[in-house]
């Protein structure tokens, strides 16, 4: 279960992919279905990487934004779902990657090795993404959430202690992203806004009331997107707000 382990770190931490080749071996005397057990754990824990990333990188913050910018455009299916998701996901991985690295340092590399256990793995592996995470919360969403499991423990285990903080961590973390994520894309959805207006009024003066403005603007907030460099001062802005 060790190098099983180890394969599953490789899923969690994309930049040992080309730091270090981890093999899953089940042992000369395993059975067929010690080696399956092993195959179903490797699986659940490969289904979990996804929610993992969302959970503690910046994805939902970047395909948040990104959807909300579709939106503001006023295109429904372009781009596509899955090229708005590769793009966050790429973004996410720029701007995550130096946490990966250090993660990886910290708990992978020793535990390929054999100096330390799974458990401790996972606990070193965990702390460049708590820092990262402190470093991005609300404290007033965070201290809210902290009462809230404060109380509830007390009230339903009498004590708190032994309560997990990536229980309130994560979550605030969550709530934090997606609130700024909503402030960026009511600045991004503005000027469009606008646009719409401004279509709106001519037609309206024209006497075209039948015609709907949301078709007319469309080529204009293309045009004023395409002109104004809009996907790179976007994608450059929010990697910037992770970076500075």
């Known amino acids: 279960m060790g190098r099983l382990g180890g394969a599953a770190l490789a899923v969690v931490f994309p930049s040992i992919l080309w730091a270090q080749t981890v093999t899953?071996?089940?042992?000369?005397?395993?059975?067929?279905?010690?080696?399956?057990?092993?195959?179903l754990v490797l699986v659940t824990l490969l289904s979990l990487v996804p929610g993992l990333a969302m959970m503690i990188t910046c994805f939902p913050f970047m395909v948040t934004v990104l959807a909300i910018l579709r939106q503001g455009i006023g295109l429904q299916q372009s781009p596509p779902n899955m090229l708005i998701v590769?793009?966050?996901?790429?973004?996410?991985?720029?701007v995550m990657e130096p946490v990966f690295r250090e993660a990886w340092t910290a708990a992978g590399q020793p535990?390929?090795?054999?100096?330390?256990?799974?458990?401790?793995?996972?606990?070193?592996?965990?702390?460049?993404?708590?820092?990262?995470m402190?470093?991005?919360?609300?404290?007033d969403t965070l201290a809210?959430?902290?009462?809230?499991?404060?109380?509830?423990?007390?009230?339903?285990?009498g004590s708190t202690q032994g309560v997990s903080d990536l229980s309130v961590l994560i979550p605030a973390f969550l709530l934090s992203e997606i609130e700024r994520a909503f402030q960026i894309g009511f600045l991004i959805f503005l000027p469009f806004l606008i646009i719409d207006l401004v279509v709106a009024a001519v037609l309206m003066s024209m006497g075209m009331m039948m015609v709907p403005p949301a078709i007319v603007s469309l080529p204009f907030k293309l045009a004023f997107f395409v002109v104004a460099d809009g996907w790179?001062?976007?994608?450059?802005?929010?990697?910037?707000?992770?970076?500075n």
Do not use: C, H, M, W
């Open 24 to 39: 899953v071996s089940v042992g000369e005397g395993a059975s067929v279905a010690e080696y399956a057990i092993q195959l």
């Open 86 to 94: 590769s793009l966050a996901l790429f973004l996410t991985f720029f």
């Open 111 to 132: 535990f390929s090795n054999g100096e330390i256990d799974a458990g401790r793995a996972v606990e070193l592996g965990l702390g460049p993404f708590k820092a990262f």
């Open 134 to 139: 402190l470093g991005r919360v609300d404290g």
């Open 144 to 157: 809210g959430l902290q009462a809230l499991r404060d109380d509830n423990a007390a009230g339903a285990f």
């Open 232 to 243: 790179s001062l976007i994608t450059g802005a929010l990697v910037r707000g992770y970076l």
